[in-house]
């Protein structure tokens, strides 16, 4: 059966969903190993995400920005700040540049832990090195940049010619 519209086999279709679910599986099972890793601390992959996102921010960042720079919708953002301010990780503090808005700041706590944190998975990343060489490992991660550039260059180019068919 043919897919008239864009001319693909069914088979194609198959290949091309195969390929997506085997992405998308792979970016799963990277979130399941690392919430596996950190499950003796009670801490999930978002949570992990941002944890060491606010290591590299000692001001702390507005909640927005660190949805957005992890990729994480924003609503949830609101509940992973609630449940680490619950555990004493973080706190919520006036921006000192705008009273209207709010920073999140890594608590002594909340460092400690991402310390920790960070400490496992450099041992698990160790770890996975005595499967790859260092030569593999680095181009894996130079193709997965380039992925990423060239699905960001081809997404803005369809976005851009859509909006002047409007």
Do not use: W
Not at 54 to 59: E, G, I, T, V, Y
Not at 111 to 128: H, K, P, T
């Amino acid at each position: 059966m043919e897919n008239k519209k864009k001319g693909l086999t069914a088979k194609e279709i198959n290949a091309r969903n195969q390929r997506r679910e085997t992405i998308y599986l792979h970016t799963i099972e990277t979130e399941k190993r690392h919430e596996l890793l950190f499950a003796a601390h009670g801490i999930n992959f978002s949570s992990f995400r941002t944890i060491a996102y606010l290591m590299a921010c000692p001001d702390g960042a507005a909640p927005s920005q660190i949805a957005d720079d992890l990729l994480l919708l924003r609503q949830n953002m609101t509940n992973i700040v609630d449940a680490m301010e619950r555990r004493g990780l973080v706190e919520r503090v006036n921006d000192p540049k705008d009273r209207r808005r709010i920073r999140v700041r890594l608590l002594p706590q909340g460092q400690a832990l991402g310390e920790e944190l960070l400490a496992i998975e450099e041992e698990y990343i160790r770890r996975i090195s005595k499967f790859i060489s260092d030569e593999e490992r680095a181009g894996y991660y130079a193709l997965e940049q380039k992925m990423y550039e060239a699905k960001a260059a081809a997404l803005s180019e369809i976005l851009a010619e859509r909006e002047t068919e409007t």
